[in-house]
């Protein structure tokens, strides 16, 4: 017969399993539809809403509307980093983003509205 504390210390530990897979569930958004290859804009902030993909470097995003309302940015590159400026021309504050990462807001940066070039690297 079990003890009543090894009955205790099984039903903590699925109560602890349990609380984590949870945990997983609720995981924060993610910017899925952002296309693989490509850094994604998005108008809102926590990638969400329609994506503005580019892809390659781009000297002058300012006419795109979601780079320049950016409030949020993830890369979905396959095998770069990729910087991205608050100018056109690869001008104002460089900000560099990890492959399969990204910034859930850019409020508080210069990018916030203002993301207006990129350039791939560590390819």
């Known amino acids: 017969m079990r003890s009543p504390k090894r009955i205790l210390a099984a039903f903590g530990a699925t109560a602890m399993l349990t609380t984590a897979l949870v945990g997983v569930t609720a995981a924060p958004a993610s910017a899925d539809p952002c296309p693989s290859g490509a850094t994604c804009a998005y108008t809102s902030t926590n990638w969400v809403g329609a994506p503005g993909p580019v892809y390659g470097d781009n000297r002058d995003l300012s006419g795109f509307a979601k780079w320049a309302g950016a409030e949020s940015i993830y890369n979905n590159g396959t095998s ?43 390819c």
């Open 80 to 122: 770069c980093n990729v910087y991205v400026y608050s100018g056109t021309g690869y001008g104002g504050i460089r900000y560099p983003l990890n492959r399969g990462t990204g910034w859930t807001t850019l409020s508080g940066s210069s990018l916030w509205h203002h993301a207006y070039s990129n350039r791939w690297y560590g």
